[in-house]
């Protein structure tokens, strides 16, 4: 008798355990997120302005002072300046605040310095302000598809891959 009730107690406790195992289940793995981008986003965005070979490519004359100021901000640039650089083009954008190239410029800077949300609202402002075609179109909306890409949303990503495949407008082919 002693040898059955310890038996059972036994079982009981084993079951116990086992039913107190099942509270501390895994909760399934949440979905994988796409990864972040590890490439020069900044050299992605010219790249697509530079393989934009439109029949359309809009250069409007540059007022000398705001052009020593994008030029000042280059060098800022390329020396790894960022916040000097953005400065020279805020200063060159209160002299000249619809100018889409300057805009353009200024998104590519808050690229640089992972000021996301206003390197999209700058690269969207640039094209509608801008030609809507050629090389500066197709950087306004690669910097659009980057900061998508940063947000990790593949939908919007896609969508404004399609907007630069529409920066472009061919030549009349001449024979």
Not at 48 to 68: H, M, Q, T, Y
Not at 159 to 164: L, S
């Amino acid at each position: 008798m002693l040898f059955r009730a310890r038996h059972l107690l036994l079982s009981l406790l084993a079951a116990g355990l086992l039913a107190g195992c099942g509270m501390f289940a895994t909760t399934p793995p949440a979905p994988a997120q796409a990864p972040l981008p590890s490439y020069d986003q900044v050299a992605a965005i010219r790249a697509a302005g530079a393989r934009e070979k439109s029949i359309i490519d809009v250069n409007p004359l540059r007022d000398p002072g705001v052009g020593a100021l994008q030029d000042a901000a280059k060098q800022d640039e390329q020396t790894g300046k960022y916040r000097d650089a953005a400065g020279k083009l805020d200063q060159a954008l209160k002299l000249s605040p619809d100018s889409p190239e300057l805009l353009q410029e200024r998104a590519e800077v808050a690229v640089r310095l992972k000021d996301f949300g206003t390197a999209e609202r700058l690269a969207h402002r640039s094209w509608t302000l801008g030609p809507r075609l050629g090389p500066l179109c197709a950087r306004n909306w690669q910097t659009i598809v980057e900061m998508r890409l940063q947000a990790r949303d593949q939908a919007g990503a896609a969508t404004a891959r399609k907007w630069v495949g529409q920066c472009h407008k061919a030549g009349v082919p001449r024979y």
